[in-house]
């Protein structure tokens, strides 16, 4: 019989965890420097994030990517969300967009490849 634990993030953790999805390659010392812990406790707390399942990979972005911020889980804290501001609201929409217009030019440059393809 297995068990399930389940892993808390404190604010901290969530303050990492947003510096790392705006630049995954972002030294420790920067992390700590920024939040006012040691070096090492930042280290820590990423390393328990990875272990803990909670940082999967770290990763790129190209610039044919949709932004990181067009995802399911954004759509849904969006249509979730009840005490956003306007402002706040709009600057999530408007990624929203940025991202769908990226998804469009991605699949529109698919297509002129495989119709060019196609006439060879």
Known sequence: MSTTTIFALDETDQTILDM????ARRPCT???????????????RIKRMME??????????????PPPEM???????????TEATTKETRKEIDLL???LRACTRQI?????????????
Request: aromatic share 4%.
């Open 20 to 23: 790392l999805r705006e630049d």
């Open 30 to 44: 920067d992390i700590a420097r920024d939040l006012d812990i040691p070096d090492t406790s930042a280290g820590f």
């Open 52 to 65: 803990n399942g909670v940082i999967k990979k770290f990763t790129i972005v190209t610039r044919d990517d």
């Open 71 to 81: 995802n399911a889980e954004a759509i849904m804290r969006l249509i979730n969300t």
């Open 97 to 99: 967009w940025a991202g």
């Open 108 to 120: 529109e440059s698919m297509e002129k490849k495989n119709g060019s393809m196609e006439g060879t």
